[in-house]
């Protein structure tokens, strides 16, 4: 068994996964914000605490219920290419917005480009944090 030293680069990555975490999650509600500031006719934020609760929950659903729907819905994932992935990515944003109030889409095209533009904000993010 590998012994790591305090300083090592292996044991600084195990001390930055929290704060890996609370910069996503602060991605995540700053996407969700901005999505309600370009796109006001599809995303609707009561406030900037509805908002963080909301990428708590969101970020739950992301790891509790997406990957039982990305399994659910693999033939039809495979069927379209991947494309439906946006779909379920809509289907999760949308439940997270009927669990948490604070945050209110207009329909089902409203939570399909509030998740593409959480997603595209988190992949961009995730290329910094990386």
């Not at 990428?55 to 399994?71: E, H, K, S, T, Y």
């Amino acid at each position: 068994m590998a012994r790591v030293e305090p300083h090592s680069e292996r044991a600084w990555r195990g001390g930055t996964t929290l704060i890996n975490l609370l910069l996503r999650l602060l991605v995540s509600a700053g996407a969700v914000w901005l999505a309600q500031i370009i796109f006001p006719q599809f995303v609707e934020v009561v406030g900037i605490g509805d908002v963080l609760i909301f990428a708590v929950v969101l970020g739950i659903l992301n790891a509790l219920v997406r990957p039982i729907l990305l399994l659910l819905t693999c033939p039809i994932n495979f069927l379209t290419l991947g494309l439906f992935v946006f779909i379920v990515n809509a289907v999760v944003f949308w439940l997270a917005t009927w669990l948490w109030p604070g945050v209110a889409v207009a329909g089902f095209l409203g939570a399909l480009v509030g998740s593409l533009f959480v997603t595209v904000c988190s992949t961009v993010a995730n290329l910094f944090l990386e």
